[in-house]
């Protein structure tokens, strides 16, 4: 069964820093991509980072320059550094392989953790 654990979220003022960090089990974390997602209140879920298993990343444009997505294999743990953050970053964010795994008809998704920008 695939477990996905988010955490680090919180309240942080514009400009700021945010870690996140993703505790994955099962085996989709060393064979897959696996990526960061956001989803904004009356938003669709996107995918705002990813990394391949051997560390080759990708960001969405809005984020790129300024977000940080790596992986740890021995630790199974993924991590998403977002500095210089903005209003708009404000989100619940979730970890994930990508395309997001599913468990027959579902995606399976974890709690996520809500990330607050103030201006």
């Known amino acids: 069964q695939v477990q996905l654990v988010e955490s680090g979220g919180g309240l942080v003022q514009a400009g700021g820093s945010l870690r996140l960090s993703c505790a994955i089990s099962?085996?989709?974390?060393?064979?897959?991509?696996m990526g960061w997602y956001r989803q904004a209140p009356g938003k669709q879920r996107e995918l705002v980072a990813g990394?391949?298993?051997?560390?080759?990343?990708k960001y969405a444009d809005s984020v790129k320059g300024r977000f940080h997505i790596s992986r740890d294999n021995a630790k199974k743990t993924l991590y998403l550094q977002m500095n210089s953050l903005k209003p708009e970053d404000t989100a619940v964010y979730y970890c994930?392989?990508?395309?997001?795994?599913?468990?027959?008809?579902?995606?399976?998704w974890g709690q996520g953790t809500l990330v607050t920008v103030s201006s």
């Open positions: 099962g085996r989709i974390f060393v064979i897959n991509v």
């Open positions: 994930n392989k990508d395309p997001p795994y599913r468990n027959g008809d579902l995606e399976v």
């Open positions: 990394v391949t298993s051997s560390g080759n990343t």
